[in-house]
């Protein structure tokens, strides 16, 4: 049965089509339009996965972070935003990547993928990000004198329900 398989669920959902799915009609969540600051809306809840959608303000923006042992998908529905990567190889050698995410351009990541994701440009910018298992914590990072992430805070995340559309927990 489906439920006893939840913790493999980064495996068993293609996120990145679930995330195609709610980007296409994202734009109509005409709220995550003209905001001060970013803000989200709980788009679906399931044993499997979460959807959130993103309303990113010119400047808005959330500083370097993975997302526990979730793999995740981003997709971009309007707007532009930047994607910083930042990965440490066995040897302790850093790569930092910048990416420019134009609507309908994507993302895709497994566990412990750190990276940062900002607006630099003039026009708000929304984003459709899926997480399967569902969040359980997420990880800030500082890079240290050789760029490489060093966790700064871990955020244990309370599973949102079906009907809370307020979730506390930032889901970049
Ligand atoms: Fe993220």
Same mark, same amino acid.
């Given at each position: 049965?489906?439920? &006893?398989?939840?913790?493999?669920?980064?495996?068993? !959902?293609? /996120?990145?089509?679930?995330?195609?799915?709610?980007? !296409?009609?994202? $734009?109509?969540? *005409?709220?995550?339009?003209? /905001? &001060? @600051?970013?803000?989200?809306?709980?788009?679906?809840?399931?044993?499997?996965?979460?959807?959130?959608?993103?309303?990113?303000?010119?400047? %808005?923006?959330? =500083? /370097?972070?993975?997302?526990?042992?979730?793999?995740?998908?981003?997709?971009?529905?309007?707007?532009?935003?930047? @994607?910083?990567?930042?990965?440490?190889?066995?040897?302790?050698?850093?790569?930092? *990547?910048?990416? +420019?995410?134009?609507?309908?351009?994507?993302?895709?990541?497994?566990?412990?993928?750190?990276?940062?994701?900002?607006? =630099? %440009?003039?026009? =708000?910018?929304?984003? !459709?990000?899926? +997480?399967?298992?569902? /969040?359980?914590?997420? *990880? +800030? +990072?500082?890079? &240290?004198? $050789?760029?490489?992430?060093?966790?700064?805070?871990?955020? #244990?995340? #309370?599973?949102?329900?079906?009907? =809370? *559309?307020? $979730?506390?927990?930032?889901?970049?």
């Amino acid at each position: 049965m489906l439920h &006893d398989q939840a913790p493999r669920a980064g495996r068993q !959902v293609d /996120l990145l089509a679930i995330a195609e799915g709610f980007a !296409v009609s994202a $734009g109509g969540i *005409t709220g995550l339009r003209g /905001l &001060d @600051e970013r803000a989200w809306i709980l788009l679906a809840a399931t044993d499997l996965f979460e959807a959130w959608a993103i309303g990113w303000p010119p400047g %808005g923006r959330i =500083d /370097l972070h993975d997302h526990g042992p979730s793999h995740g998908a981003l997709v971009v529905a309007e707007g532009v935003l930047t @994607e910083v990567a930042v990965e440490a190889d066995r040897r302790g050698a850093a790569t930092r *990547t910048a990416r +420019y995410l134009r609507p309908g351009d994507h993302r895709q990541f497994g566990s412990h993928y750190v990276h940062d994701v900002n607006n =630099d %440009g003039e026009v =708000d910018a929304i984003s !459709v990000h899926v +997480y399967g298992p569902r /969040l359980t914590t997420m *990880t +800030y +990072y500082e890079l &240290d004198r $050789g760029g490489r992430p060093e966790a700064v805070r871990t955020e #244990e995340i #309370e599973p949102v329900g079906p009907f =809370d *559309t307020t $979730g506390a927990h930032d889901p970049a």
